[in-house]
């Protein structure tokens, strides 16, 4: 459930939009503020408040990797494995992660410290390779800067 002041901007954001259905973005963004990702219980509600069945809800949420389904990691690695990053090594950069952190792509450490992502382009192809972590971008990687970034992270 949304606290107060979330739901309190859920509802202006409804206002903007002529159907609630298209409200639906910017409101998932809200919840996963709140409680770090959308749960499926947070989903239901979400479908409550719009009139928008589940398995729309649902869909969107697992078609956009800005939004998650599942807690994530302390620091969660967004690997971007596109064109450029992957024509300038970043295969290397996520098997360096896979060993500093002992996870996979899709998988978050069991001490809850890690979660690991491969993701499509994140526009910064100037400085491939690049992963994100957080909301800060990383670029012009080789292994050893990788490694050297996650072992100050550690």
């Keep these: 459930m949304l606290t107060e ?4 901007k859920a509802e202006e954001i409804k206002k903007r939009y002529p159907e609630a259905k298209a409200a639906l973005l910017p409101i998932l963004w809200i919840a996963q503020e709140q409680e770090g990702y959308i749960s499926e219980d947070m989903m239901k509600y979400l479908g409550t408040m719009l009139n928008l069945p589940f398995a729309h809800i ?3 949420v697992s078609f956009y990797t800005m939004y998650h389904d599942k807690p994530l990691g302390h620091y969660h690695l967004e690997v971007c494995t596109n064109v450029s990053c992957m ?6 950069i996520l098997q360096t992660i896979e060993h500093v952190c002992g996870v996979k792509p899709g998988q978050t450490s069991a001490d809850g410290k890690w979660t690991v992502n491969e993701v499509e382009c994140m526009g910064a192809c100037g ?3 690049m992963i994100a972590i957080g909301e800060e971008y990383y670029e012009n990687l080789s292994p050893e800067k990788t490694e050297e970034l996650l072992k100050k992270l550690s």
Aim: charged share 30%; no cysteine; hydrophobic share 30%.
């Design 87 to 92: 024509l300038r090594g970043s295969d290397k």
């Design 5 to 8: 002041e979330n739901l309190k």
């Design 58 to 60: 649902l869909g969107v």
């Design 127 to 129: 400085g491939a390779p």
